[in-house]
Protein backbone atom coordinates (compact mmCIF):
# COMPACT_ATOMS: atom_id res chain seq x y z
CA UNK A 1 0.00 0.00 0.00
CA UNK A 2 0.93 3.65 -0.73
CA UNK A 3 1.07 6.58 2.05
CA UNK A 4 -2.31 7.61 1.00
CA UNK A 5 -3.47 3.48 0.80
CA UNK A 6 -3.39 3.13 -2.90
CA UNK A 7 -2.47 -0.47 -3.52
CA UNK A 8 0.94 -0.74 -5.22
CA UNK A 9 2.90 -3.47 -7.25
CA UNK A 10 6.50 -3.93 -7.86
CA UNK A 11 8.16 -5.47 -10.72
CA UNK A 12 8.50 -8.65 -9.56
CA UNK A 13 4.70 -8.89 -8.25
CA UNK A 14 3.54 -7.88 -11.97
CA UNK A 15 6.05 -10.47 -13.18
CA UNK A 16 4.48 -12.95 -10.78
CA UNK A 17 0.98 -12.42 -11.52
CA UNK A 18 1.51 -12.27 -15.38
CA UNK A 19 3.38 -15.19 -15.40
CA UNK A 20 5.66 -16.91 -17.61
CA UNK A 21 4.35 -16.70 -21.62
CA UNK A 22 4.30 -15.47 -24.86
CA UNK A 23 6.90 -12.49 -24.42
CA UNK A 24 9.70 -14.19 -22.16
CA UNK A 25 9.33 -17.05 -25.45
CA UNK A 26 10.33 -14.25 -27.63
CA UNK A 27 12.61 -13.00 -25.56
CA UNK A 28 14.27 -16.18 -24.76
CA UNK A 29 14.43 -16.49 -28.33
CA UNK A 30 16.66 -13.28 -29.02
CA UNK A 31 18.92 -13.59 -25.98
CA UNK A 32 19.52 -17.16 -27.18
CA UNK A 33 20.53 -16.73 -30.25
CA UNK A 34 23.16 -14.62 -29.17
CA UNK A 35 24.30 -17.26 -26.86
CA UNK A 36 24.35 -19.41 -29.86
CA UNK A 37 26.01 -17.19 -31.31
CA UNK A 38 29.02 -16.51 -28.76
CA UNK A 39 29.09 -20.64 -28.30
CA UNK A 40 29.82 -21.45 -31.75
CA UNK A 41 32.97 -18.61 -31.67
CA UNK A 42 34.17 -19.72 -28.56
CA UNK A 43 33.67 -23.33 -30.02
CA UNK A 44 35.92 -23.48 -32.99
CA UNK A 45 38.69 -22.32 -31.31
CA UNK A 46 39.77 -25.82 -31.05
CA UNK A 47 39.53 -26.80 -34.36
CA UNK A 48 41.07 -23.45 -35.70
CA UNK A 49 44.22 -23.41 -33.71
CA UNK A 50 45.46 -26.77 -35.14
CA UNK A 51 44.52 -26.25 -38.56
CA UNK A 52 46.80 -23.06 -39.36
CA UNK A 53 49.46 -24.39 -36.91
CA UNK A 54 49.97 -27.08 -39.81
CA UNK A 55 49.53 -24.36 -42.76
CA UNK A 56 51.62 -21.87 -41.36
CA UNK A 57 54.23 -23.85 -39.67
CA UNK A 58 53.06 -22.14 -36.17
CA UNK A 59 54.88 -23.18 -32.70
CA UNK A 60 52.67 -24.09 -29.59
CA UNK A 61 52.73 -20.85 -28.52
CA UNK A 62 51.62 -19.33 -31.72
CA UNK A 63 48.56 -21.27 -31.82
CA UNK A 64 47.50 -20.88 -27.93
CA UNK A 65 47.92 -17.08 -28.75
CA UNK A 66 45.13 -17.29 -31.10
CA UNK A 67 42.53 -18.62 -28.52
CA UNK A 68 44.52 -16.04 -26.18
CA UNK A 69 43.62 -12.86 -28.26
CA UNK A 70 39.81 -13.78 -28.04
CA UNK A 71 39.66 -14.00 -24.11
CA UNK A 72 41.84 -11.01 -24.01
CA UNK A 73 38.84 -9.10 -26.18
CA UNK A 74 36.58 -10.69 -24.37
CA UNK A 75 37.89 -9.14 -20.78
CA UNK A 76 37.61 -6.00 -22.21
CA UNK A 77 34.57 -6.53 -23.38
CA UNK A 78 33.02 -7.88 -20.73
CA UNK A 79 33.39 -5.27 -18.32
CA UNK A 80 32.90 -2.53 -20.94
CA UNK A 81 29.59 -4.01 -21.80
CA UNK A 82 28.60 -4.43 -18.44
CA UNK A 83 29.44 -0.98 -17.53
CA UNK A 84 27.33 0.67 -20.26
CA UNK A 85 24.59 -1.87 -19.37
CA UNK A 86 24.18 -0.33 -16.30
CA UNK A 87 24.97 3.14 -16.86
CA UNK A 88 22.46 3.65 -20.05
CA UNK A 89 20.60 0.74 -19.62
CA UNK A 90 20.02 -3.26 -21.08
CA UNK A 91 20.09 -2.15 -24.56
CA UNK A 92 22.24 0.96 -24.25
CA UNK A 93 20.99 4.25 -25.18
CA UNK A 94 20.50 5.64 -28.20
CA UNK A 95 22.91 8.21 -28.16
CA UNK A 96 25.49 5.74 -27.00
CA UNK A 97 24.53 3.41 -29.76
CA UNK A 98 23.51 6.00 -32.82
CA UNK A 99 26.14 9.00 -32.16
CA UNK A 100 29.23 7.48 -30.63
CA UNK A 101 29.23 3.90 -32.25
CA UNK A 102 28.00 3.73 -35.57
CA UNK A 103 28.75 6.72 -38.33
CA UNK A 104 27.79 6.96 -41.49
CA UNK A 105 30.42 4.45 -42.55
CA UNK A 106 30.00 1.80 -40.10
CA UNK A 107 26.34 0.61 -40.34
CA UNK A 108 27.22 0.13 -44.07
CA UNK A 109 30.50 -1.51 -43.82
CA UNK A 110 28.65 -3.64 -41.21
CA UNK A 111 26.01 -4.52 -43.31
CA UNK A 112 27.86 -5.21 -46.26
CA UNK A 113 30.26 -7.61 -44.22
CA UNK A 114 27.25 -9.39 -43.49
CA UNK A 115 26.81 -10.07 -46.70
CA UNK A 116 23.00 -8.06 -46.41
CA UNK A 117 20.94 -6.39 -49.31
CA UNK A 118 21.42 -2.50 -48.75
CA UNK A 119 17.78 -1.82 -49.41
CA UNK A 120 16.39 -0.65 -46.05
CA UNK A 121 12.22 -1.15 -44.92
CA UNK A 122 10.17 0.99 -43.73
CA UNK A 123 7.37 -1.53 -42.26
CA UNK A 124 7.03 0.76 -38.63
CA UNK A 125 5.95 3.82 -41.06
CA UNK A 126 3.04 4.77 -43.53
CA UNK A 127 5.32 6.00 -46.15
CA UNK A 128 6.82 2.69 -49.32
CA UNK A 129 10.03 1.57 -48.94
CA UNK A 130 13.13 3.34 -50.59
CA UNK A 131 16.13 2.36 -51.38
CA UNK A 132 19.23 2.53 -49.76
CA UNK A 133 21.17 5.52 -51.92
CA UNK A 134 18.07 7.46 -52.21
CA UNK A 135 17.13 7.15 -48.39
CA UNK A 136 20.60 7.66 -46.85
CA UNK A 137 20.70 11.01 -49.27
CA UNK A 138 17.50 12.24 -47.58
CA UNK A 139 18.16 10.93 -44.41
CA UNK A 140 21.78 12.50 -43.96
CA UNK A 141 22.15 15.19 -41.68
CA UNK A 142 19.82 16.22 -38.41
CA UNK A 143 17.38 13.30 -39.66
CA UNK A 144 19.55 10.72 -39.43
CA UNK A 145 18.87 9.62 -36.06
CA UNK A 146 15.70 8.10 -37.89
CA UNK A 147 18.31 6.08 -39.26
CA UNK A 148 17.38 2.96 -37.04
CA UNK A 149 13.66 2.95 -37.30
CA UNK A 150 14.67 0.99 -41.14
CA UNK A 151 16.22 -1.83 -39.48
CA UNK A 152 19.11 -3.83 -41.41
CA UNK A 153 19.35 -6.11 -44.19
CA UNK A 154 16.67 -6.74 -47.10
CA UNK A 155 16.04 -10.47 -45.18
CA UNK A 156 12.92 -8.57 -43.28
CA UNK A 157 10.51 -7.80 -45.89
CA UNK A 158 7.61 -5.58 -45.06
CA UNK A 159 5.28 -8.46 -44.58
CA UNK A 160 7.18 -10.23 -41.93
CA UNK A 161 8.17 -7.12 -40.42
CA UNK A 162 4.47 -5.86 -40.18
CA UNK A 163 3.41 -9.39 -38.55
CA UNK A 164 5.98 -8.97 -36.23
CA UNK A 165 4.84 -5.20 -35.18
CA UNK A 166 1.20 -6.11 -35.08
CA UNK A 167 2.60 -9.32 -32.40
CA UNK A 168 5.37 -7.19 -30.58
CA UNK A 169 3.20 -3.95 -30.52
CA UNK A 170 6.67 -2.22 -31.49
CA UNK A 171 8.98 -0.97 -32.76
CA UNK A 172 9.52 0.77 -29.61
CA UNK A 173 10.92 3.96 -29.39
CA UNK A 174 14.27 5.59 -29.77
CA UNK A 175 15.40 5.18 -26.46
CA UNK A 176 14.15 1.78 -26.04
CA UNK A 177 16.11 0.16 -28.92
CA UNK A 178 18.98 -1.84 -28.59
CA UNK A 179 21.99 -0.79 -29.48
CA UNK A 180 24.05 -2.17 -27.15
CA UNK A 181 23.22 -5.79 -29.11
CA UNK A 182 23.47 -3.81 -32.98
CA UNK A 183 26.85 -3.10 -31.78
CA UNK A 184 28.11 -5.88 -30.57
CA UNK A 185 26.67 -8.06 -32.78
CA UNK A 186 28.43 -5.90 -35.77
CA UNK A 187 31.49 -6.46 -33.99
CA UNK A 188 30.83 -9.91 -33.47
CA UNK A 189 29.91 -10.69 -37.17
CA UNK A 190 32.10 -8.35 -39.06
CA UNK A 191 35.38 -9.03 -37.57
CA UNK A 192 34.12 -13.22 -37.63
CA UNK A 193 33.71 -13.19 -41.29
CA UNK A 194 36.75 -11.01 -42.14
CA UNK A 195 38.56 -13.65 -40.25
CA UNK A 196 38.15 -16.24 -42.67
CA UNK A 197 39.63 -13.54 -45.11
CA UNK A 198 43.07 -13.45 -43.51
CA UNK A 199 46.24 -13.53 -45.08
CA UNK A 200 48.56 -14.07 -42.38
CA UNK A 201 49.10 -14.63 -38.66
CA UNK A 202 48.80 -11.68 -37.63
CA UNK A 203 45.42 -10.09 -39.50
CA UNK A 204 44.13 -13.23 -37.75
CA UNK A 205 44.94 -12.13 -34.74
CA UNK A 206 43.85 -8.95 -34.63
CA UNK A 207 40.61 -10.02 -35.68
CA UNK A 208 40.01 -12.56 -33.89
CA UNK A 209 40.63 -10.22 -30.37
CA UNK A 210 37.64 -7.89 -32.30
CA UNK A 211 35.39 -10.98 -31.82
CA UNK A 212 36.09 -11.52 -28.25
CA UNK A 213 35.41 -7.78 -27.83
CA UNK A 214 32.21 -8.52 -28.96
CA UNK A 215 31.13 -11.79 -27.52
CA UNK A 216 32.34 -9.63 -24.39
CA UNK A 217 29.02 -8.54 -24.84
CA UNK A 218 26.94 -12.04 -23.88
CA UNK A 219 26.43 -11.61 -20.30
CA UNK A 220 24.40 -8.49 -20.54
CA UNK A 221 21.97 -10.93 -22.75
CA UNK A 222 21.76 -13.05 -19.74
CA UNK A 223 20.91 -10.37 -16.96
CA UNK A 224 18.49 -8.64 -19.80
CA UNK A 225 16.68 -12.18 -20.04
CA UNK A 226 16.53 -12.78 -16.46
CA UNK A 227 14.99 -9.60 -15.40
CA UNK A 228 11.33 -10.54 -17.21
CA UNK A 229 11.94 -13.95 -15.64
CA UNK A 230 8.94 -14.11 -12.42
CA UNK A 231 10.83 -15.69 -9.05
CA UNK A 232 9.31 -19.09 -8.90
CA UNK A 233 10.72 -20.15 -12.61
CA UNK A 234 13.67 -18.64 -13.06
CA UNK A 235 16.18 -21.46 -12.59
CA UNK A 236 13.86 -23.12 -14.49
CA UNK A 237 14.45 -20.85 -17.33
CA UNK A 238 17.39 -19.77 -17.01
CA UNK A 239 18.96 -23.62 -17.62
CA UNK A 240 16.52 -23.34 -20.65
CA UNK A 241 18.36 -20.45 -22.12
CA UNK A 242 21.63 -21.98 -21.23
CA UNK A 243 20.53 -24.67 -23.69
CA UNK A 244 21.11 -21.95 -25.91
CA UNK A 245 24.88 -22.39 -25.05
CA UNK A 246 24.51 -25.80 -25.64
CA UNK A 247 22.77 -26.43 -28.92
CA UNK A 248 25.69 -23.29 -30.58
CA UNK A 249 28.51 -25.74 -29.32
CA UNK A 250 27.04 -28.83 -30.67
CA UNK A 251 26.30 -26.97 -33.66
CA UNK A 252 29.63 -25.69 -34.72
CA UNK A 253 31.27 -29.38 -33.80
CA UNK A 254 28.89 -30.77 -36.26
CA UNK A 255 29.60 -27.79 -38.81
CA UNK A 256 33.66 -28.14 -38.53
CA UNK A 257 33.32 -31.78 -39.23
CA UNK A 258 31.61 -31.38 -42.51
CA UNK A 259 33.57 -28.36 -43.22
CA UNK A 260 36.95 -28.75 -42.33
CA UNK A 261 37.56 -31.87 -43.99
CA UNK A 262 35.66 -30.33 -47.19
CA UNK A 263 35.88 -26.56 -47.67
CA UNK A 264 39.08 -25.95 -44.93
CA UNK A 265 39.13 -23.31 -41.80
CA UNK A 266 38.10 -20.32 -43.44
CA UNK A 267 34.86 -21.16 -44.46
CA UNK A 268 34.39 -22.46 -41.03
CA UNK A 269 35.02 -19.36 -39.63
CA UNK A 270 32.74 -17.45 -42.44
CA UNK A 271 29.43 -20.09 -41.27
CA UNK A 272 30.17 -19.61 -37.79
CA UNK A 273 29.79 -15.41 -38.42
CA UNK A 274 26.01 -16.18 -39.21
CA UNK A 275 24.17 -16.31 -35.94
CA UNK A 276 25.36 -13.09 -34.50
CA UNK A 277 24.52 -11.78 -37.80
CA UNK A 278 20.52 -12.63 -37.34
CA UNK A 279 20.63 -10.40 -34.19
CA UNK A 280 20.74 -7.43 -36.49
CA UNK A 281 17.70 -8.27 -37.96
CA UNK A 282 15.38 -7.91 -34.73
CA UNK A 283 17.08 -5.67 -32.78
CA UNK A 284 14.41 -2.67 -33.02
CA UNK A 285 12.12 -5.29 -31.36
CA UNK A 286 14.21 -5.93 -27.87
CA UNK A 287 12.70 -3.85 -25.31
CA UNK A 288 14.35 -2.75 -21.91
CA UNK A 289 14.31 -4.35 -18.94
CA UNK A 290 11.59 -2.63 -16.93
CA UNK A 291 13.24 -3.28 -13.74
CA UNK A 292 16.25 -1.37 -14.76
CA UNK A 293 13.53 1.66 -15.87
CA UNK A 294 12.27 1.46 -12.87
CA UNK A 295 15.10 1.73 -10.74
CA UNK A 296 16.16 4.71 -12.56
CA UNK A 297 12.69 6.26 -11.92
CA UNK A 298 11.31 5.57 -15.34
CA UNK A 299 8.02 4.65 -13.90
CA UNK A 300 6.21 5.46 -17.08
CA UNK A 301 8.43 3.50 -19.47
CA UNK A 302 8.90 0.57 -17.32
CA UNK A 303 4.77 0.63 -16.93
CA UNK A 304 4.16 0.72 -20.79
CA UNK A 305 6.81 -2.59 -21.03
CA UNK A 306 4.68 -4.21 -18.42
CA UNK A 307 1.31 -3.66 -20.44
CA UNK A 308 2.88 -4.93 -23.47
CA UNK A 309 4.67 -8.23 -21.67
CA UNK A 310 0.60 -8.54 -20.15
CA UNK A 311 -0.96 -7.89 -23.02
CA UNK A 312 1.19 -10.55 -25.84
CA UNK A 313 0.89 -13.18 -22.46
CA UNK A 314 -2.99 -12.63 -22.59
CA UNK A 315 -2.87 -11.36 -18.70
CA UNK A 316 -3.67 -8.52 -16.84
CA UNK A 317 -1.45 -6.15 -14.96
CA UNK A 318 -1.91 -6.33 -10.80
CA UNK A 319 -4.30 -3.31 -9.73
CA UNK A 320 -2.49 -0.21 -7.80
CA UNK A 321 0.45 1.57 -9.27
CA UNK A 322 3.80 0.84 -9.95
CA UNK A 323 6.43 1.31 -7.40
CA UNK A 324 10.04 0.55 -7.29
CA UNK A 325 11.92 -1.52 -4.44
CA UNK A 326 13.78 1.66 -3.40
CA UNK A 327 10.56 3.77 -2.75
CA UNK A 328 9.01 0.58 -0.55
CA UNK A 329 12.49 1.01 1.62
CA UNK A 330 11.96 4.72 1.32
CA UNK A 331 8.75 4.81 3.81
CA UNK A 332 10.04 1.00 5.77
CA UNK A 333 13.15 2.87 7.35
CA UNK A 334 13.91 5.76 9.57
CA UNK A 335 17.82 5.40 9.06
CA UNK A 336 18.57 7.15 5.81
CA UNK A 337 21.06 4.91 3.68
CA UNK A 338 23.34 5.73 0.44
CA UNK A 339 20.22 4.52 -1.77
CA UNK A 340 17.32 6.40 0.47
CA UNK A 341 19.67 9.54 -0.05
CA UNK A 342 20.11 8.90 -3.46
CA UNK A 343 16.40 9.06 -3.98
CA UNK A 344 15.43 12.05 -1.69
CA UNK A 345 18.15 13.94 -3.76
CA UNK A 346 16.65 12.98 -6.94
CA UNK A 347 13.20 13.89 -5.71
CA UNK A 348 14.37 17.32 -4.47
CA UNK A 349 16.08 17.78 -7.17
CA UNK A 350 19.79 17.66 -6.12
CA UNK A 351 22.49 15.88 -8.05
CA UNK A 352 23.97 12.82 -5.75
CA UNK A 353 27.40 13.32 -5.03
CA UNK A 354 29.74 11.86 -7.63
CA UNK A 355 30.59 9.24 -5.52
CA UNK A 356 27.30 8.15 -4.18
CA UNK A 357 26.13 8.39 -7.52
CA UNK A 358 25.82 4.86 -9.49
CA UNK A 359 25.68 6.43 -12.77
CA UNK A 360 29.62 8.11 -12.22
CA UNK A 361 31.03 5.66 -14.10
CA UNK A 362 32.80 2.56 -14.23
CA UNK A 363 34.94 2.79 -11.37
CA UNK A 364 32.56 4.44 -8.75
CA UNK A 365 30.56 1.25 -9.89
CA UNK A 366 33.18 -1.23 -9.18
CA UNK A 367 33.75 0.80 -5.53
CA UNK A 368 30.48 -0.41 -4.89
CA UNK A 369 31.05 -4.17 -5.98
CA UNK A 370 33.48 -3.87 -3.14
CA UNK A 371 31.74 -2.28 -0.76
CA UNK A 372 31.29 -4.15 2.82
CA UNK A 373 27.72 -5.81 1.81
CA UNK A 374 28.91 -7.20 -1.58
CA UNK A 375 32.90 -7.65 -1.19
CA UNK A 376 32.78 -10.78 -0.43
CA UNK A 377 30.56 -12.18 -2.90
CA UNK A 378 32.37 -10.86 -5.44
CA UNK A 379 35.74 -12.19 -4.75
CA UNK A 380 34.24 -15.51 -4.65
CA UNK A 381 32.47 -14.74 -7.93
CA UNK A 382 35.84 -13.98 -9.51
CA UNK A 383 37.42 -16.76 -8.23
CA UNK A 384 34.78 -19.09 -9.39
CA UNK A 385 34.43 -17.50 -12.96
CA UNK A 386 38.28 -18.18 -13.08
CA UNK A 387 37.96 -21.54 -12.04
CA UNK A 388 34.99 -22.66 -13.89
CA UNK A 389 35.87 -20.69 -17.26
CA UNK A 390 39.54 -22.48 -16.74
CA UNK A 391 38.52 -25.65 -16.72
CA UNK A 392 35.51 -25.46 -19.43
CA UNK A 393 37.66 -24.15 -22.22
CA UNK A 394 40.69 -26.53 -21.11
CA UNK A 395 38.73 -29.14 -21.33
CA UNK A 396 37.24 -28.22 -25.11
CA UNK A 397 40.82 -28.00 -26.29
CA UNK A 398 41.97 -31.03 -24.03
CA UNK A 399 39.45 -33.06 -26.36
CA UNK A 400 41.57 -31.96 -29.50
CA UNK A 401 44.80 -32.18 -28.14
CA UNK A 402 44.91 -35.66 -26.27
CA UNK A 403 43.07 -36.92 -29.74
CA UNK A 404 45.49 -35.26 -31.96
CA UNK A 405 47.88 -37.94 -31.88
CA UNK A 406 49.66 -36.98 -28.94
CA UNK A 407 48.84 -39.71 -26.20
CA UNK A 408 52.33 -40.88 -27.05
CA UNK A 409 54.58 -38.06 -26.64
CA UNK A 410 56.36 -37.19 -29.33
CA UNK A 411 57.59 -33.95 -29.81
CA UNK A 412 59.84 -34.13 -32.84
CA UNK A 413 56.37 -34.57 -34.41
CA UNK A 414 54.51 -31.90 -33.11
CA UNK A 415 54.87 -29.14 -35.33
CA UNK A 416 53.91 -31.48 -38.53
CA UNK A 417 50.88 -33.00 -37.04
CA UNK A 418 47.86 -33.29 -38.97
CA UNK A 419 44.45 -32.36 -38.20
CA UNK A 420 42.88 -36.06 -38.88
CA UNK A 421 39.09 -36.51 -38.83
CA UNK A 422 39.30 -38.66 -35.50
CA UNK A 423 39.44 -35.16 -33.63
CA UNK A 424 36.12 -34.01 -34.78
CA UNK A 425 34.43 -37.15 -34.12
CA UNK A 426 35.99 -36.96 -30.56
CA UNK A 427 35.40 -33.27 -30.10
CA UNK A 428 31.88 -34.41 -31.45
CA UNK A 429 30.71 -37.26 -29.09
CA UNK A 430 32.58 -35.16 -25.95
CA UNK A 431 29.99 -32.13 -27.14
CA UNK A 432 27.08 -33.95 -26.24
CA UNK A 433 28.00 -34.08 -22.56
CA UNK A 434 26.21 -30.94 -22.53
CA UNK A 435 23.03 -32.18 -23.03
CA UNK A 436 22.85 -34.57 -19.74
CA UNK A 437 24.99 -31.69 -18.10
CA UNK A 438 21.86 -28.93 -18.43
CA UNK A 439 19.58 -31.87 -16.99
CA UNK A 440 21.08 -32.08 -14.56
CA UNK A 441 21.32 -28.52 -13.88
CA UNK A 442 17.52 -28.10 -14.41
CA UNK A 443 16.63 -30.76 -11.65
CA UNK A 444 19.41 -29.91 -8.98
CA UNK A 445 18.92 -26.22 -8.89
CA UNK A 446 15.58 -25.48 -7.92
CA UNK A 447 15.70 -28.36 -5.33
CA UNK A 448 18.88 -28.31 -3.98
CA UNK A 449 20.16 -24.94 -4.47
CA UNK A 450 22.60 -22.79 -6.09
CA UNK A 451 25.17 -23.76 -3.95
CA UNK A 452 25.00 -27.22 -3.75
CA UNK A 453 24.30 -27.86 -7.36
CA UNK A 454 28.01 -26.09 -8.42
CA UNK A 455 29.76 -27.40 -5.27
CA UNK A 456 28.95 -31.15 -6.01
CA UNK A 457 29.34 -30.78 -9.88
CA UNK A 458 33.30 -29.54 -9.28
CA UNK A 459 33.92 -31.91 -7.21
CA UNK A 460 32.82 -34.60 -9.64
CA UNK A 461 34.82 -33.17 -12.12
CA UNK A 462 38.09 -33.53 -10.12
CA UNK A 463 37.00 -37.18 -10.02
CA UNK A 464 36.49 -37.84 -13.64
CA UNK A 465 39.90 -36.00 -14.79
CA UNK A 466 42.10 -37.81 -11.74
CA UNK A 467 42.55 -40.75 -14.20
CA UNK A 468 44.07 -38.80 -16.74
CA UNK A 469 47.34 -37.58 -15.04
CA UNK A 470 48.84 -40.85 -16.84
CA UNK A 471 48.06 -41.51 -20.58
CA UNK A 472 45.15 -43.88 -20.94
CA UNK A 473 43.29 -45.66 -24.04
CA UNK A 474 41.73 -43.62 -26.52
CA UNK A 475 37.77 -44.65 -25.85
CA UNK A 476 38.69 -44.57 -21.65
CA UNK A 477 39.97 -41.05 -22.19
CA UNK A 478 36.62 -40.29 -24.54
CA UNK A 479 35.00 -41.21 -21.78
CA UNK A 480 36.65 -39.53 -18.97
CA UNK A 481 36.54 -36.16 -20.69
CA UNK A 482 32.93 -36.93 -21.47
CA UNK A 483 31.89 -37.03 -17.82
CA UNK A 484 34.28 -34.28 -16.86
CA UNK A 485 32.51 -32.07 -19.45
CA UNK A 486 28.79 -33.10 -17.90
CA UNK A 487 30.18 -31.45 -14.52
CA UNK A 488 31.53 -28.42 -15.90
CA UNK A 489 28.68 -27.60 -18.18
CA UNK A 490 26.32 -28.25 -15.15
CA UNK A 491 28.33 -26.02 -13.13
CA UNK A 492 28.78 -23.25 -15.75
CA UNK A 493 25.27 -23.40 -16.19
CA UNK A 494 24.18 -22.98 -12.39
CA UNK A 495 26.89 -19.79 -12.48
CA UNK A 496 25.33 -18.21 -15.02
CA UNK A 497 22.08 -18.16 -12.99
CA UNK A 498 23.58 -17.43 -9.74
CA UNK A 499 26.19 -14.66 -10.91
CA UNK A 500 22.94 -12.53 -11.86
CA UNK A 501 20.90 -13.34 -8.72
CA UNK A 502 23.74 -12.51 -6.24
CA UNK A 503 23.84 -8.72 -7.40
CA UNK A 504 20.98 -5.84 -6.87
CA UNK A 505 20.29 -4.75 -10.47
CA UNK A 506 22.00 -1.26 -9.97
CA UNK A 507 25.43 -3.36 -10.50
CA UNK A 508 23.64 -6.74 -11.92
CA UNK A 509 25.38 -5.69 -15.07
CA UNK A 510 28.61 -4.94 -14.17
CA UNK A 511 29.57 -7.26 -11.75
CA UNK A 512 28.24 -9.86 -13.76
CA UNK A 513 30.06 -9.06 -16.74
CA UNK A 514 33.55 -7.88 -14.28
CA UNK A 515 33.10 -12.02 -12.91
CA UNK A 516 32.88 -13.18 -16.31
CA UNK A 517 35.94 -11.08 -17.30
CA UNK A 518 37.77 -12.88 -14.52
CA UNK A 519 36.48 -15.57 -16.41
CA UNK A 520 37.95 -14.76 -19.16
CA UNK A 521 41.30 -14.71 -17.78
CA UNK A 522 40.90 -18.26 -17.21
CA UNK A 523 40.24 -18.63 -20.82
CA UNK A 524 43.19 -16.47 -21.69
CA UNK A 525 45.63 -19.15 -19.00
CA UNK A 526 44.29 -22.22 -20.15
CA UNK A 527 45.64 -22.89 -23.64
CA UNK A 528 49.26 -22.58 -22.17
CA UNK A 529 48.01 -25.07 -20.11
CA UNK A 530 46.15 -27.17 -22.32
CA UNK A 531 47.95 -26.88 -25.91
CA UNK A 532 51.44 -25.61 -24.14
CA UNK A 533 51.74 -28.66 -21.50
CA UNK A 534 50.54 -31.33 -23.73
CA UNK A 535 53.11 -30.18 -26.75
CA UNK A 536 55.90 -29.95 -23.99
CA UNK A 537 55.02 -33.52 -23.24
CA UNK A 538 53.88 -32.68 -19.83
CA UNK A 539 50.34 -34.06 -19.63
CA UNK A 540 50.40 -35.12 -15.95
CA UNK A 541 51.66 -31.25 -14.76
CA UNK A 542 48.51 -30.01 -16.95
CA UNK A 543 45.92 -32.30 -15.85
CA UNK A 544 46.89 -31.77 -11.93
CA UNK A 545 46.85 -27.56 -12.59
CA UNK A 546 43.48 -28.72 -13.37
CA UNK A 547 42.69 -30.82 -10.62
CA UNK A 548 43.83 -27.78 -8.33
CA UNK A 549 42.00 -24.86 -10.24
CA UNK A 550 38.49 -27.11 -10.21
CA UNK A 551 38.79 -28.05 -6.37
CA UNK A 552 39.66 -24.61 -5.18
CA UNK A 553 36.96 -23.22 -7.51
CA UNK A 554 34.19 -26.17 -5.47
CA UNK A 555 35.49 -24.96 -2.08
CA UNK A 556 34.74 -21.05 -3.21
CA UNK A 557 31.50 -21.92 -3.44
CA UNK A 558 30.65 -23.19 -0.25
CA UNK A 559 31.62 -19.80 1.31
CA UNK A 560 29.25 -18.19 -0.80
CA UNK A 561 27.10 -16.10 2.01
CA UNK A 562 23.71 -16.30 0.16
CA UNK A 563 21.54 -19.17 -1.45
CA UNK A 564 19.37 -17.13 -4.07
CA UNK A 565 17.05 -20.19 -4.76
CA UNK A 566 13.32 -18.93 -4.26
CA UNK A 567 14.56 -15.49 -3.97
CA UNK A 568 13.38 -12.16 -5.69
CA UNK A 569 15.94 -10.18 -7.33
CA UNK A 570 16.79 -7.07 -5.06
CA UNK A 571 17.16 -3.53 -7.11
CA UNK A 572 19.53 -1.98 -4.79
CA UNK A 573 22.49 -2.59 -2.42
CA UNK A 574 20.80 -1.87 0.85
CA UNK A 575 17.96 -4.64 -0.14
CA UNK A 576 20.31 -7.10 -1.05
CA UNK A 577 20.54 -9.36 1.45
CA UNK A 578 24.01 -11.24 1.65
CA UNK A 579 23.20 -13.71 4.43
CA UNK A 580 22.10 -17.23 4.09
Same mark, same amino acid.
Request: aromatic share 12%.
Given at each position: ?162 ? *? ?60 ? %? ?35 ? %????? %? ?39 ? *? ?175 ? *? ?26 ? *? ?66
Amino acid at each position: MGEDGTPTFTVDDALLHMGFGKFQILVLAYAGMGWVSEAMEMMLLSFIGPAVQSLWGLTSHQESLITSVVFVGMLVGAYSWGVVSDKYGRRVSIHFGVSHSLNDGGIVLGVSMLGFSPGFLSPYFEESPKGFTEFWRERRGPSRKYFYHFGLGGGLNPTKAKM *IKHFLGGPWRPAETPKGFLITAIVTSGAGFLSALSPNYISLIILRCLVGLGLGGGPVLCSWF %LEFIPAPSRGTWMVVFQAFWTFGTIFEASLAWFVMPR %LGWRW %LLALSSIPSSILLLFYVFAPESPRYLCLEGRKEEALVVLEK *IARINGAKLPTGDLVSENEIELVGKSTPTEDTLLLQAEDNGYEAPKEMNPKAGGISTLLQLLSPELVRSTTLLWMVFFGNAFSYYGLVLLTTELHNGRNTCRPEELQTVKYEGVSYKDVFITTFAEFPGLLISAFTVDRFGRKFSMSAMFFLCCIFLFPLVVHQPQVLTTGLLFGAR *ICITASFTVMYIYAPEIYPTSVRSTGVG *IASSMGRIGGMVCPLVAVGLVHGCHQTAAIMLFEVIIFVAGICVLLFPVETMGRDLSDSISSSKQTS
